[in-house]
């Protein structure tokens, strides 16, 4: 059988015309004529199988799980698996998985946060920029550094919400801290963030207070299902959120923003959507990916279905930006960052964890790349009883500096 097969992994291989040098665990190898720009170590059967029938889900599967090496460049690696692979990532998105009837209560949500974030401190703080911002950054010029690049994002929520000192802001899913933090510091508003990973929490929490600003911001650990509705904010940010909300929950979670923001308030909401209206999913085998090893709980639906939703529940959709190729060139960062520092992050995680995160950014990159997802930023408003919004008339006042 073990011959069989890689006679017909090299029949493919020569079909394709791919620069794939593959080897197997008992040394036989196979080479392209030309120089090969990536080179794969086979190290079990059911690997071998894969690379006969291959999808990009089972490939990332056998990645991890080390039944197959690799060596190149992290660009190619993805190209490659989608040059093999017989369907692309768009196809079949059907509503596939099981679980999804038990989905996003308190309990999933809060197990499933914990989960993908409280993986280490010290191991996102090896490949994030200096704040640990972990969502999209804002490229204005082609030489931003990542640092740059994730300020500029900071601020510019910051503009588009025409943060005031002394207004009330909420962040909703604030990570490690950086826009409540940013928000205060520069814009001097009293910034409330939520977050449920307990490692965010604290290391927020001693942020603030090294920094010295306690009397401006506070973090809590805490669902947003769970907000007071009593003491309204001014301004509502929602990034990198709401992919983990659940598509059913999305009409209740503009309620709540809706029912915790003021009349004439101002709400940005910052996440990935598909590109599709007519997905569900990403490609199954790569959404079951993801569900397994990376987001559980994790659900894309495509803009118009945001604006729906946001729209449906009050909320009026005045702003709305793509940041499709400012992710894809994040992503690459993060990525180049890990491999770079792969030795400190193997000191702290095991190497499954590694190439996890490391197939999983690198496949991400290379989806904004190929236009299945994208990133936007909506910026909306709670309507004040007669209809009017204190909106500019033109965009300048976002790009102002």
């Given at each position: ?62 990645y991890v799980e080390q039944d ?127 977050t449920l990973s307990s490692n ?23 669902d947003y299902r769970d907000l ?174």
């Amino acid at each position: 059988m073990e011959t069989r097969l890689f006679g017909r992994v090299e029949q493919r291989l020569r079909d394709l015309g791919l620069p794939l040098g593959v080897t197997l665990w008992n040394g036989q190898s196979l080479m392209p004529l030309q120089a090969p720009r990536l080179k794969v170590t086979v190290r079990s059967l059911k690997a071998l199988a894969s690379l006969v029938n291959p999808s990009m889900g089972k490939l990332a599967r056998h990645y991890v799980e080390q039944d197959l090496d690799v060596e190149g460049d992290a660009r190619e690696l993805v190209r490659m698996s989608e040059a093999l692979s017989e369907t692309s990532a768009t196809e079949h998105g059907t509503n596939f998985h099981w679980r999804r009837w038990m989905r996003h209560s308190r309990l999933f949500d809060r197990k499933a946060i914990r989960y993908h974030y409280d993986v280490n401190d010290d191991f996102f703080g090896l490949w994030l920029d200096k704040h640990r911002v972990y969502s999209c950054a804002y490229y204005r010029r082609a030489d931003d550094t990542l640092d740059v690049a994730q300020e500029q994002k900071l601020d510019l929520i910051c503009r588009k919400l025409q943060l005031q000192p002394g207004e009330r802001f909420l962040d909703i899913g604030c990570g490690w801290g950086a826009l409540l933090m940013w928000a205060a510091r520069h814009y001097k508003v009293r910034a409330t963030g939520i977050t449920l990973s307990s490692n965010q929490h604290q290391y927020a929490m001693r942020q603030i207070r090294e920094q010295g600003l306690e009397k401006l911001c506070e973090v809590r650990l805490m669902d947003y299902r769970d907000l007071p509705e009593n003491e309204p904010f001014d301004k509502v940010a929602s990034v990198g959120m709401f992919e983990h909300v659940g598509r059913k929950n999305l009409p209740h979670y503009f309620a709540k923003i809706y029912r915790v923001l003021k009349p004439g308030g101002l709400v940005l909401n910052h996440g990935i959507t598909l590109n599709s209206p007519d997905q569900n999913e990403l490609g199954s085998d790569i959404g079951e990916f993801i569900e397994d090893y990376v987001f559980p709980g994790g659900e894309l639906v495509h803009i118009s279905r945001v604006i729906d939703d946001m729209s449906s529940q009050g909320l009026e959709c005045w702003d709305i930006e793509s940041l499709r190729p400012h992710y894809a060139r994040t992503l690459w960062h993060w990525v180049g960052r890990l491999e770079a520092n792969r030795d400190a992050v193997l000191a702290m995680v095991d190497e499954k964890v590694f190439r996890i995160w490391h197939v999983y950014m690198a496949g991400s990159a290379h989806g904004f790349e190929r236009g299945w997802m994208s990133i936007y930023q909506v910026l909306a408003g709670r309507p004040f009883a007669d209809g009017t919004l204190a909106f500019p008339l033109t965009r300048d006042y976002i790009n102002e500096t």
